[in-house]
């Protein structure tokens, strides 16, 4: 098989995974992030701030471990960009990923966001992000600056991809070009932070209500537009739509059903009536809301557990598909022999063989903890061999 | 802020100034309204990260 079937060959595992058709064998996702830096010998600082080292890395992690697709491909964390600017919301030390909360919005501030977010970030969030932008020494030639490191991004992510795809076979993940994104999970990750939002949602309710259909026009409109105007599947992807959650994690059903699920619905049906495969990766547990994904049709949704049972899952959602299932922990401290046993199980257990599940991590993979590479080596060639 | 008198960081006069002055990906001056969007989207992400 050259190159160019292998990419063909690779994206169909995925698509008869997703769809519950019987696949050739069980695809094999590289959902590891910072690890495939640690992992290769470099530091974080070393791989996030020389595109160079990143393609190495790319390169060896692909050579090494023989995925069908990477999901990651070192442009999770654009450090180079807000580095122009005195540095953003990562910590990034040699060995590690440090995240602050930081609120954009204050609650007293929360109804002159809503009025106008764009114009709140401009001025007022980008104050509380950069002092050079407070200070007003913000000049034309820092944001050139910075508008010139996102070209080299741009380049850097294309040149990434035809690499995988030319040298290695590696099959493309999405191919998404306008992601939907639910204001309340903004308003979590990006603008009020995990504080403010929980707060915001006992005291104020109706202005969360309000700051939700604000922020919805940056993101989720255009999104839903978007994806309104897609044809149907396309084959040359694996997924035809992707969708990370995580503001669920600090809510209660009704809080699911107020702020969150409106939204998510929107894309969900969609999705569903053009028969269009999604995989869904809500962090942490999502198993409070299964109920709400369980009448989609079977092959629309895959979902990701991260912190649930697949088998559990499969049983409350046989209509979904599974993606995941290798825990970090276990690929981090366990043996080769436990990891590929846990692979088989996950196989067998869950009918992999005649579709419905796409072998991965459970989490990112972030630390060096996360896998040893003899472990991963051995589930590597276990999954690609395996026919039951 | 209210000492700050840099046009850059007032909305929506720092972004037609942004327009006039930046190379933005290359592109000409007449795609204004793409290179506004851009432009809007850089400070998005910029906030974000």
């Not at chain 1, 007022?124 to 034309?140: H, L, N």
């Not at chain 1, 990891?339 to 060096?368: H, I, P």
């Not at chain 1, 080596?377 to 026919?387: D, G, L, P, Q, T």
């Amino acid at each position: 098989m050259n190159n160019k079937e292998l990419v063909a060959y690779r994206t169909k595992l995925f698509r008869d995974a997703a769809t519950f058709k019987k696949p050739d064998r069980i695809p094999h996702m590289s959902f590891f992030v910072t690890w495939k830096i640690l992992g290769g010998g470099y530091t974080l600082n070393e791989g996030l701030r020389n595109y160079d080292i990143m393609t190495k890395v790319i390169r060896e992690h692909q050579e090494k471990y023989n995925f069908d697709v990477i999901f990651e491909l070192g442009v999770r964390n654009i450090v180079r960009l807000v580095d122009h600017l005195g540095g953003g919301t990562y910590i990034i030390r040699d060995d590690g990923i440090e995240y602050k909360d930081n609120a954009l919005v204050e609650l007293e501030e929360l109804d002159e966001y809503t009025a106008d977010p764009t114009k709140f970030i401009w001025e007022k969030g980008m104050c509380k992000k950069y002092p050079m932008w407070a200070d007003g020494t913000i000049t034309v030639a820092d944001l050139q600056k910075c508008f010139d490191e996102q070209k080299a991004f741009l380049g850097y992510y294309k040149k990434i991809q035809k690499i995988l795809k030319e040298e290695y076979g590696v099959a493309s993940f999405n191919g998404q070009v306008v992601p939907c994104y639910p204001g309340v999970d903004f308003l979590f990750n990006s603008i009020l932070g995990i504080k403010n939002l929980s707060l915001a949602m006992r005291r104020m309710p109706e202005k969360v209500d309000a700051a939700v259909k604000a922020t919805n026009e940056l993101f989720q409109v255009p999104g839903i537009a978007a994806l309104k105007r897609t044809k149907g599947p396309n084959p040359k992807v694996c997924y035809d739509y992707d969708i990370t959650l995580l503001v669920h994690t600090i809510l209660n059903g009704k809080q699911f059903d107020r702020w969150l699920w409106p939204d998510l619905k929107d894309e969900l049906d969609i999705l569903n009536e053009k028969n269009l495969t999604t995989r869904l990766f809500m962090e942490g547990s999502s198993k409070p809301f299964w109920d709400h994904f369980a009448d989609y049709k079977k092959g629309v949704i895959t979902m990701h557990p991260e912190a649930d049972d697949p088998f559990e899952m499969r049983k409350a959602l046989p209509n979904c598909a599974i993606l995941g299932g290798m825990p970090v922990e276990l690929l981090g401290r366990g043996t080769p022999q436990e990891c590929v046993e846990r692979a088989k199980a996950l196989v067998d257990g869950l009918g992999g063989l005649d579709g419905g599940l796409v072998l991965s991590q459970d989490k990112m993979g972030t630390f060096k903890t996360d896998a040893d590479p003899e472990n991963l080596k051995a589930v590597s060639e276990f999954i690609v061999n395996y026919r039951g | 802020m209210e000492d700050n008198k840099n046009v850059i960081t007032k909305y929506p006069e720092g972004l037609e100034y942004l327009n006039k002055h930046l190379n933005v990906l290359g592109l000409p001056k007449f795609l204004g309204g793409l290179r506004k969007r851009l432009i809007k989207s850089l400070i998005l992400t910029l906030a974000r990260q």
